[in-house]
């Protein structure tokens, strides 16, 4: 990319003044290195998502040149980019993206990929044709009010971003879908498409789309959510055929399915049995899809969770944990349970027995909890005792001052978010989920760069604000472990 949008008042958005705060405008000015060295030599896709890959020759030892910075002061660089949603998550693909470039790419790529795109190719039909005709007007009268400066909104906004020219409505109830709908407004338009693309590799496809199905994918995403939208595309994708039979008895691989998803009105339709489940915290690709034809889920588990929240609130775990959607269904129907929602609860039923037995197990060969259970058996822990103990173990490896720090409702609550994912990691095992926050503390304490030993003599060791901020940085703290 010859070059890239840079808003007068960048420094002022959200993404910038939180990397600001946590690195100074040095680290203001190396995200413009970020987003500089993106632009020079990432290779956009065809659908400008600008990424690189951690590995030779654009490994952690080139930003560190990139950055002057130690190869640890880089990953934290990173940590805070993407703490920030400067970046994706990079840790666990290896790949720094930063999606805002795709919505400020400048009009030379813009008509470089347009000499590329579908449109110029032979037309399959005269269907097609006339919808790349369509495509060419709307871009020509783009690119006209972009030369007359006729703009409907300026790219110098507060938020950094371009503001999305698609209405959003909210058609959804609870709370826990607006606040997806809410995610989905402070997305770029680049971002968004982002996740399109993650979910079609995660399927097996690269994405290929027009700009005019790019624009309607990036509408579905805004008026369904995000968790909505990306599990009714990950659906479409796993039930539609991978291949299409062509006139001469060939077979070739489908290309375009974002247009097939949307054109196909398949969409709405995945959209709405995708729905209930994810309202009701399911969210994984593979539990949505063991759920998606048993159209009596929403009633029985709102029933279950009315009768017994703790088994719902496990139910939502094991099926957020769910590797194979197929495997889980033949063991169904092998099962003598007579619904699959019988089914799940009875396997987390023997799974929580399980849990229960090893815990029994543990503690007469142990004769005692070790230094961290406070001679507690698992049991008769708390959350909130849970949270408390690891507070105290924070304050004393830290070194911090109990009479100027106290856990308060914010670090309460980040603590207790955190514990609930380490559950879900370890099997609902309470003392297992407890050694991994404490492992996480240990981490930190560990670390001199976040203890201040770096170049701005500053601590970075804050309990809401550097440790259990979010679940990808007690990833990555974990990671560290």
């Known amino acids: ?121 032979k037309a399959l039909g005269n269907g097609q044709q006339q919808e790349n005709g369509q495509e060419n007007e709307q871009e020509n009268e783009d690119e006209h009010q972009h030369q007359h400066n006729i703009t409907p909104e300026p790219l110098g906004s507060c938020s950094g971003v371009p503001k999305p020219a698609v209405a959003v409505v909210d058609v959804h109830p609870s709370s826990q879908t607006r606040t997806q709908d809410k995610a989905a407004k402070e997305l770029t338009d680049g971002e968004i498409i982002a996740e399109y693309v993650k979910t079609a590799n995660g399927a097996g496809y690269l994405l290929e789309t027009t700009e005019a199905h790019r624009k309607a994918g990036i509408a579905f995403f805004k008026k369904h959510g995000r968790d909505v939208a990306l599990a009714a595309w990950s659906c479409f994708l796993r039930n539609t055929p991978h291949q299409v039979q062509l006139a001469d008895g060939k077979k070739e691989y489908r290309t375009w399915r974002l247009k097939d998803f949307l054109d196909s009105g398949k969409a709405e339709v995945y959209a709405d049995s995708v729905r209930p489940i994810v309202e009701r915290g399911v969210t994984s690709s593979e539990g949505v899809e063991l759920l998606r034809t048993d159209g009596n889920f929403s009633e029985l588990f709102d029933g279950l969770l009315e009768s017994d929240p703790i088994i719902a609130q496990r139910v939502v775990s094991y099926l957020n944990r769910c590797e194979n959607a197929d495997k889980e269904d033949v063991a169904y129907l092998n099962s003598d349970s007579p619904t699959l929602f019988d089914y799940v609860v009875q396997s987390v039923q023997a799974k929580s027995a399980q849990v229960k037995c090893e815990k029994e197990d543990l503690s007469e060969k142990t004769g005692q909890d070790d230094a961290h259970d406070n001679s507690q058996t698992p049991d008769a822990d708390t959350e909130n005792e849970i949270v408390k103990r690891v507070w105290d173990n924070y304050i004393e490896k830290l070194g911090k001052n109990p009479k100027l720090l106290s856990l308060t409702a914010l670090r309460k609550e980040k603590g207790e978010a955190r514990l609930r994912e380490a559950l879900q990691k370890t099997g609902d095992d309470l003392v297992k989920a407890e050694k991994l926050l404490l492992l996480c503390v240990d981490a930190l304490a560990s670390s001199a760069f976040h203890r201040g030993d770096n170049d701005r003599k500053t601590a970075y060791d804050s309990w809401e604000q550097h440790l259990f901020k979010s679940q990808e940085q007690f990833e990555t703290w974990l990671e560290r472990t």
């Open 1 to 121: 990319m010859k070059w890239w949008t840079h808003d007068s008042d960048l420094h002022n958005s959200p993404a910038m003044q939180e990397i600001i705060a946590e690195l100074g405008l040095a680290g203001y000015g190396r995200a413009n290195v970020l987003l500089e060295t993106l632009a020079k030599y990432a290779d956009h896709d065809g659908q400008f998502v600008f990424q690189m890959p951690l590995a030779r020759p654009t490994d952690i030892k080139f930003w560190s040149r990139e950055f002057r910075q130690s190869a640890e002061e880089v990953e934290h660089t990173f940590d805070i980019f993407e703490q920030a949603a400067l970046i994706q998550p990079w840790r666990e693909p290896k790949t720094i993206c930063a999606p805002m470039l795709g919505a400020r790419v400048d009009e030379w790529t813009k008509r470089k990929n347009k000499a590329r795109s579908p449109k110029s190719r």
